[in-house]
């Protein structure tokens, strides 16, 4: 699968994630005020306590919240907690478990998930393999063979669903963008690409080496920032990639599709809402540029 192109007369897509409210439950407010700030879709991250993506009337309510302020769902985020609430995350929910009951269930939501676009189309389901190695999964997790079997059973149900799954370049060894390249390229994926975290790769690989690594497969993104030590989702600029050098290599690599903003709440959503919207037109510049 090649780079999603917007086409010559396509207008450029940026975005947000829900993940700046992921504390809270997912309300008519929260598109609002991504709407307010500039930004013309949506990723809603599918974490239950957040988003109850098993909830027809959750899902109807979404419907009508994107009609009503004009965002379009661009991706969903594939569930990676039971829950997260007051700051304490829930039981994580890993497709790369060898752990047969954990492995189905994980399964079982990401169907779920994936369900979702037959009452609320979406094109892109991000999907994490495995936990990030900060976590320190157990050693059960973020097994090779466990994955594989994972991404053949979800990249039948995407190609069922009409949606794409993104794999998420992640902080561990499943997930760095040449790891990825060759779980798609092994397994003959038909409906898989990449998702290219900026601040992840900053984190696990030289951000450019892995824009050109996985150029063939970039289907969606995560803008993020951090100091190169911790996944700190700061919004771009505020951390210290090299945005210069990480735009010119995605035009370089012919990236056309949608920049999604993917940011943590440091204590004032509405000032990181700011601050996003100054980003975004920094960004807009440069690849104008």
Not at 87 to 101: E, Q, R
Not at 163 to 181: C, D, F, G, W
Not at 198 to 213: K, N, P, R, W
Request: aromatic content about 6%; some cysteine; glycine content about 8%.
């Amino acid at each position: 699968m090649g780079p999603v192109s917007a086409g010559p007369d396509t207008p450029v897509t940026y975005g947000l994630s829900t993940h700046l409210f992921h504390g809270e439950r997912l309300a008519r407010a929260h598109l609002d005020a991504i709407k307010a700030h500039g930004f013309d879709a949506v990723e809603v991250f599918a974490t239950r306590t957040h988003f109850d993506y098993h909830d027809p009337a959750a899902i109807d309510a979404l419907a009508g919240w994107l009609d009503a302020t004009g965002l379009r769902l661009h991706s969903v985020h594939a569930p990676i907690v039971e829950g997260y609430s007051g700051g304490t995350w829930g039981a994580p929910i890993s497709i790369a478990t060898a752990d047969t009951a954990r492995r189905s269930f994980a399964l079982k939501e990401a169907e779920a998930a994936l369900q979702m676009a037959g009452r609320l189309p979406y094109g892109i389901l991000v999907v994490h393999l495995g936990q990030p190695d900060d976590q320190q999964p157990p050693p059960s997790d973020n097994q090779r063979d466990a994955v594989r079997r994972s991404l053949e059973t979800l990249d039948e149900l995407a190609g069922t669903h009409g949606v794409t799954l993104a794999l998420e370049v992640i902080p561990n060894q499943l997930s760095h963008a040449q790891r990825l390249v060759d779980l798609i390229d092994g397994l003959e994926l038909e409906h898989a690409g990449i998702c290219l975290d900026f601040g992840h790769a900053h984190l696990v690989d030289d951000v450019v080496d892995a824009i050109e690594t996985a150029s063939g497969h970039l289907v969606t993104t995560h803008l993020h920032d951090n100091r190169g030590t911790t996944d700190d989702h700061l919004v771009p600029f505020d951390g210290r990639i090299d945005w210069d050098m990480a735009l010119f290599a995605m035009r370089k690599v012919g990236y056309e599709g949608a920049w999604m903003f993917e940011l943590a709440n440091t204590g004032d959503a509405t000032e990181v809402l700011r601050k996003a919207e100054q980003a975004c037109a920094r960004v807009r510049d440069i690849l104008l540029s």
